[in-house]
């Protein structure tokens, strides 16, 4: 199209705009007078907001032809047209229910408007402008901001914030995926029209052109004749539902979607959303939402859309059960603080009756056993304190050379390094960011861990070594190397069965009598508070070696 022919198509556009602004409205009108004076001719309804908004539109129209001839910037004038479409829409959706309208589907008649008469970024302007309006409109709605009293429609029960939430979130994606489609099909269109004045049109290249908007969609696309029958079927539903158009073609809708269009009031209406579960084809359940828009008649009676909310629903449900967990884990914490108080006063109480009292045979034995469960109990509680809600990590310059080696100096003179000859080959001048006592409580649980695995006596092996590895960038990429420190504590220990591995860091397993199983599930939660990771090897009889990567970061790994 050339420069001069241009303006004059737009004005032509403009000008069908406005035409087609004027049936719309006196169609509206006449819809209002028959619903008042057909359906409830002695009721007090109060429609006159109605006939106001659409008188309005007609005066605005009757303002725009007069002044089309006398615009100079057409594009900006269409701009204006269309910003005040989308603020009489939005008075139209207020008066019809706020929160509760179904009329808010006539936001993407401006969208559609925006990107025919002008391009694909004015249908993005009005997706926008639309999503704020409308936004803010249901949220002053839902607050009980706006007055009610020019409502044709009340409100019998508030909705729910989630209700009012997804249907925004759902209108607002649908602006701009209608304004992204009919921007592409305007400018396509648009290329078409050049290439008619050239060499006419191709309509079995526009057709495909269709077909194939249709078809990449990923949200799947059905529509229904008039007897509800599936006459059309994208590639997107086949993904969803597993079946193939072959299979539903021409089949009653209620085959494969059982109550789609039975479930209740407004069952089968335009502007409808449905969300229910259904079978996909090989038996999996999926969570599917519906919405249903009315076609021409004939082949395109019906159109609906759908799509796979299975995820949101699981995560949902994860959501649920997270909280649940969490108060039941704050319930037990709170649990455990309570009795070991009383124990507490439990033991100091027997020890005092033990020194106090001259017991002897049995009842010294029975004595001693009443302390010794006592304090195991005792440490089974800090041990479960510990990981259930370990303390904060104070983040801090530390050298990680000199914890390690101050938490072997403590275990070599613990009773339980005895019989266990010590090597080390600590690389030094090693810093990292963290908390030194939770570091040092990873290497002391695994140096007591490893010496109740050479119970005949053995070598504890205690190495580090920096490696650099690829970073975690944005979206799951690989970002620049990034340094790391390897501790490797390894012993000549009985070793760990194969089938035990997989379950050596979960709370409470231990394969020690006298063990809480809580030792390594702490070590594992404090090493991935530091950012690192822990991994294990071990064969029967020959021992066991646990790797710990921390990160060294910045400066700190100087």
């Given at each position: 199209?050339?420069?001069?022919?241009?303006?004059?198509?737009?004005?032509?556009?403009?000008?069908?705009?406005?035409?087609?602004?004027?049936?719309?409205?006196?169609?509206?009108?006449?819809?209002?007078?028959?619903?008042?004076?057909?359906?409830?001719?002695?009721?007090?309804?109060?429609?006159?907001?109605?006939?106001?908004?659409?008188?309005?539109?007609?005066?605005?129209?009757?303002?725009?032809?007069?002044?089309?001839?006398?615009?100079?910037?057409?594009?900006?004038?269409?701009?204006?047209?269309?910003?005040?479409?989308?603020?009489?829409?939005?008075?139209?959706?207020?008066?019809?229910?706020?929160?509760?309208?179904?009329?808010?589907?006539?936001?993407?008649?401006?969208?559609?408007?925006?990107?025919?008469?002008?391009?694909?970024?004015?249908?993005?302007?009005?997706?926008?402008?639309?999503?704020?309006?409308?936004?803010?409109?249901?949220?002053?709605?839902?607050?009980?901001?706006?007055?009610?009293?020019?409502?044709?429609?009340?409100?019998?029960?508030?909705?729910?914030?989630?209700?009012?939430?997804?249907?925004?979130?759902?209108?607002?994606?649908?602006?701009?995926t209608v304004a992204y489609l009919t921007g592409q099909l305007a400018?396509?269109?648009?290329?078409?029209?050049?290439?008619?004045?050239?060499?006419?049109?191709?309509?079995?290249?526009?057709?495909?052109?269709?077909?194939?908007?249709?078809?990449?969609?990923?949200?799947?696309?059905?529509?229904?004749?008039?007897?509800?029958?599936?006459?059309?079927?994208?590639?997107?539903?086949?993904?969803?539902?597993?079946?193939?158009?072959?299979?539903?073609?021409?089949?009653?809708?209620?085959?494969?979607?059982?109550?789609?269009?039975?479930?209740?009031?407004?069952?089968?209406?335009?502007?409808?959303?449905?969300?229910?579960?259904?079978?996909?084809?090989?038996?999996?359940?999926?969570?599917?939402?519906?919405?249903?828009?009315?076609?021409?008649?004939?082949?395109?009676?019906?159109?609906?859309?759908?799509?796979?909310?299975?995820?949101?629903?699981?995560?949902?449900?994860?959501?649920?059960?997270?909280?649940?967990?969490?108060?039941?884990?704050?319930?037990?914490?709170?649990?455990?603080?309570?009795?070991?108080?009383?124990?507490?006063?439990?033991?100091?109480?027997?020890?005092?009756?033990?020194?106090?009292?001259?017991?002897?045979?049995?009842?010294?034995?029975?004595?001693?056993?009443?302390?010794?469960?006592?304090?195991?109990?005792?440490?089974?509680?800090?041990?479960?304190?510990?990981?259930?809600?370990?303390?904060?990590?104070?983040?801090?310059?530390?050298?990680?050379?000199?914890?390690?080696?101050?938490?072997?100096?403590?275990?070599?003179?613990?009773?339980?390094?005895?019989?266990?000859?010590?090597v080390t080959d600590i690389h030094p001048g090693v810093f990292m960011?963290?908390?030194?006592?939770?570091?040092?409580?990873?290497?002391?649980?695994?140096?007591?861990?490893?010496?109740?695995?050479?119970?005949?006596?053995?070598?504890?092996?205690?190495?580090?070594?920096?490696?650099?590895?690829?970073?975690?960038?944005?979206?799951?990429?690989?970002?620049?190397?990034?340094?790391?420190?390897?501790?490797?504590?390894?012993?000549?220990?009985?070793?760990?069965?194969?089938?035990?591995?997989?379950?050596?860091?979960?709370?409470?397993?231990?394969?020690?009598?006298?063990?809480?199983?809580?030792?390594?599930?702490?070590?594992?939660?404090?090493?991935?508070?530091?950012?690192?990771?822990?991994?294990?090897?071990?064969?029967?009889?020959?021992?066991?070696?646990?790797?710990?990567?921390?990160?060294?970061?910045?400066?700190?790994?100087?």
């Amino acid at each position: 199209m050339t420069q001069a022919s241009a303006p004059k198509a737009l004005k032509a556009k403009l000008l069908a705009m406005m035409v087609l602004r004027v049936v719309l409205t006196l169609a509206f009108l006449s819809i209002i007078a028959w619903f008042q004076l057909r359906e409830y001719p002695f009721a007090r309804l109060n429609l006159y907001p109605l006939y106001f908004i659409a008188a309005l539109f007609g005066i605005i129209t009757i303002f725009y032809s007069l002044a089309l001839n006398r615009v100079r910037n057409l594009t900006f004038f269409a701009y204006v047209q269309v910003t005040v479409d989308i603020v009489l829409v939005t008075a139209i959706v207020y008066v019809t229910g706020g929160t509760e309208s179904y009329l808010h589907i006539l936001y993407p008649l401006s969208v559609i408007g925006a990107a025919i008469i002008l391009n694909r970024r004015a249908g993005f302007y009005a997706a926008s402008v639309s999503s704020i309006a409308y936004g803010i409109l249901i949220d002053m709605d839902f607050y009980s901001m706006l007055p009610s009293r020019f409502k044709v429609i009340g409100i019998t029960a508030a909705p729910a914030w989630e209700d009012v939430f997804t249907t925004v979130a759902t209108n607002i994606l649908a602006f701009f995926t209608v304004a992204y489609l009919t921007g592409q099909l305007a400018e396509r269109t648009a290329r078409v029209e050049r290439e008619l004045e050239e060499k006419g049109i191709d309509f079995e290249r526009l057709e495909a052109l269709n077909r194939q908007i249709v078809e990449n969609i990923t949200s799947g696309i059905m529509t229904l004749d008039e007897s509800n029958r599936i006459t059309s079927f994208n590639m997107g539903a086949e993904k969803v539902t597993g079946y193939t158009l072959k299979d539903v073609y021409y089949r009653d809708v209620n085959d494969i979607f059982p109550g789609i269009l039975d479930l209740g009031p407004g069952a089968g209406q335009a502007g409808m959303r449905v969300e229910k579960w259904f079978a996909k084809r090989g038996g999996d359940d999926i969570f599917l939402g519906f919405s249903l828009s009315r076609g021409r008649g004939g082949d395109a009676s019906s159109i609906i859309i759908f799509q796979d909310l299975t995820q949101l629903k699981d995560m949902e449900e994860q959501l649920r059960r997270d909280e649940k967990l969490k108060a039941l884990g704050e319930l037990s914490v709170g649990i455990a603080h309570e009795i070991r108080n009383p124990l507490a006063s439990i033991s100091g109480s027997i020890q005092v009756l033990r020194d106090e009292l001259n017991l002897e045979g049995d009842n010294r034995l029975l004595m001693e056993i009443v302390l010794r469960e006592t304090d195991r109990l005792n440490t089974l509680i800090t041990d479960y304190l510990l990981f259930a809600r370990p303390a904060q990590t104070r983040r801090e310059r530390i050298d990680l050379g000199a914890v390690i080696s101050e938490t072997l100096k403590v275990f070599g003179n613990s009773p339980e390094a005895a019989s266990i000859r010590i090597v080390t080959d600590i690389h030094p001048g090693v810093f990292m960011s963290g908390d030194s006592r939770q570091i040092g409580q990873i290497f002391w649980n695994l140096f007591v861990n490893a010496a109740h695995a050479m119970v005949e006596g053995g070598t504890l092996s205690v190495t580090s070594m920096l490696i650099t590895v690829a970073g975690r960038g944005s979206g799951g990429s690989y970002g620049p190397p990034a340094p790391f420190v390897v501790i490797k504590v390894a012993d000549t220990g009985e070793g760990i069965p194969q089938e035990n591995i997989s379950r050596l860091f979960d709370p409470f397993f231990s394969t020690k009598d006298s063990g809480t199983g809580l030792g390594l599930a702490i070590v594992h939660r404090i090493v991935e508070s530091h950012g690192g990771s822990i991994s294990v090897s071990s064969k029967t009889g020959a021992g066991s070696v646990f790797k710990v990567f921390l990160p060294l970061e910045g400066e700190a790994a100087v």
